[in-house]
């Protein structure tokens, strides 16, 4: 009786709110969709790596990921080209949001990701019969006035997940206070982003190191304009220490590619653009490749890169376990608001180092191009890369089995 007059009252008072969701980004793809929602917005890196894993092991999957109302998604989603990611924002509470948003995206799986659980949307799914796990569940997550005044409505919530997975000890402690049973929460590694390993050609990978015969060489990514002068004043330092290294750059806009061209020869430098059948020879310095489908291979051949949009925009940076994840060190500006967790993990680990200007970062690629300093630091980059691995494969597995049960498959 408590726990109906609980939901009771808890939908008498979402039905005061205005009706609200955000228009659909896109139709419902046809197919399989899971459902992520990323309830912690600091987060939502992990979120996207684990919705890219998922894609990945599973041909022709969607995955519609929601974000909490007023928070917005950095740039960062390329996705196999068999499946389509979404990204929106959760609908309110009021019932009619809910059934809005179930009936155009239809889930066929729901992960909610850590806690801040909504009672209409957790239930009306559940009723829909739509399978739902619960990962990373913490503490924090369960702290609200309305789960300890409403504690049978929140007992009602969790017991619908076919699954939980909580990051903590405190986390378990406190989902059994709300009434689940110890033996039904297991505790495992937080979520934590581990990023994608870009692909590139074996034949690309192969004619490039032989064209470069083992000399010393760093690639610059994601560089804006106005960083160039930066990142070729630091290369002019660092080659009166290794008169053989090559500076590889990628623009952060194709656009600028002709402007840098153009910069680096002006200051004295031998360049050539990547490209057919244009290899750097010993006299080359400087190679712009504006193609970012060669991110890939550049991070392979690099045993030290600095990761641009990161010195003088407010852009926010770009995503250092593309570099990681492929052995490479990690130098970086100062302007990285949109990925500060994953920069903060490979700096604690002496993964990545921070340069403030062209001084520093001449310095610091001298230092780092010696192989043994490189290596120290990318295997520290592939020990935080590892991290959460396991948590992640534990996931696919939880969701490939519940969407083969539901799909009717042994």
Known sequence: MAQSLGLTAYRALARRSEARMDAPVTPRPDGELVWLHAAEPGNLIAVQDLALRL??????????????????????IAVPHDAVLIVQNIPNEHPGSVAAFLDHWQPDLCVW????????LILEAAERKCPLIMIDADSKGF??????????LTKNMLSRFEAILARSDAGQRRLVQLGLRREDIEVTSPLMAGGQALL???????????????????????????????????????LRLSHRLLLIINPADAGDA?????????NGLNVIRWGGAYNPDDTTQVMIADDPNDLGLFFRVAPVSFLGSS??????????FEAAALGSAVLYGPKV???MPSYTRLAAAGAARIVNDADALGTAVSHLIAADQAAAMAHAGWDVISQGAALMDQVIDLVQDALDTRAGQP
């Open 337 to 339: 608001r949109h990925f």
């Open 143 to 152: 702290d609200g006035r309305r789960d300890r005044w409403l504690s049978n």
């Open 311 to 320: 010195l003088m925009s407010e852009k926010g940076g770009s995503d250092p």
């Open 200 to 238: 590139c050609a074996d034949s690309d990978l192969a004619e490039l190191s032989a064209a470069l015969g083992g000399r010393p060489v760093w690639f610059a990514a994601h560089v804006l304009g106005q960083e160039a002068p930066v990142v070729l004043a630091a290369h002019r330092k660092a």
């Open 113 to 120: 990701v850590w806690g801040a659980l909504r009672p209409n």
């Open 55 to 76: 894609c990945a092991n599973r041909v022709g999957l969607n995955v519609l990921i929601t974000l909490p109302e007023e928070t917005t998604a950095p740039n960062r």
């Open 258 to 266: 002709d402007t840098i061209t153009e910069h680096a020869s002006e």
